[in-house]
């Protein structure tokens, strides 16, 4: 069998080393690529990329970089909606939301974040009204600006 530079681990395991044909790690270009801009922009995200190309071929993974990183991203998506699902069940939302058992407790919180959400609406709604009367103050500005430009450049020389 020859041995080319950049061949990879046949699929027979070949002896199982991590090296590959003749002694050689098989590393794709961009992989490479992130390990050395990962020692120039942090050098622990190098190290971290160098050690995981080592345990890839220790322990056979075939997949590159990124395909680990997606099966990562599906184990913790799947890890997220799993804790959703019993959540979903079992909790009743923000401690502000759930019930205490105490309806004099219950009843007097409602009516504390029933005030608060309407004062948070006339806050907004004072705070539109003011960057309307300052666009408003603008556009007052910029007329009399402009006005003051026309009335020059129609008097021309006499005013001047």
């Keep these: 069998m020859s041995c080319h530079r ?5 699929s027979s395991g070949e002896s ?7 002694g050689r790690m098989s590393w794709r270009p961009y992989e490479i690529a992130a390990m050395i801009l990962g020692f120039f922009i942090f050098w622990p995200l190098g190290l971290a990329i160098l050690f995981w ?5 220790s322990y056979g993974y075939e997949g590159d970089l990124f395909a680990f990183a997606q099966e990562q991203g599906a184990r913790v998506k799947d890890a ?3 804790v959703a699902r019993e959540s979903a069940s079992g909790w009743g939302g923000p401690s502000f939301m759930r019930s205490t058992g105490n309806v004099a407790f219950d009843e007097w919180r409602e009516g504390e ?4 959400e309407e004062e948070r609406r006339k806050l907004a709604e004072a705070e539109r ?8 103050l603008r556009r007052a500005r910029d007329r009399d600006e402009f006005e003051s430009f026309m009335r020059g450049r129609k008097n021309g020389g006499k005013d001047a």
């Design 53 to 57: 190309k080592l345990w890839q071929k």
């Design 129 to 136: 009204d003011f960057a309307d009367h300052i666009e408003q």
């Design 16 to 22: 199982g080393s991590p090296w590959g044909h003749c």
């Design 113 to 116: 974040l029933a005030r608060l």
């Design 80 to 82: 997220v909606s799993g």
């Design 6 to 10: 950049y061949s990879r681990m046949s």
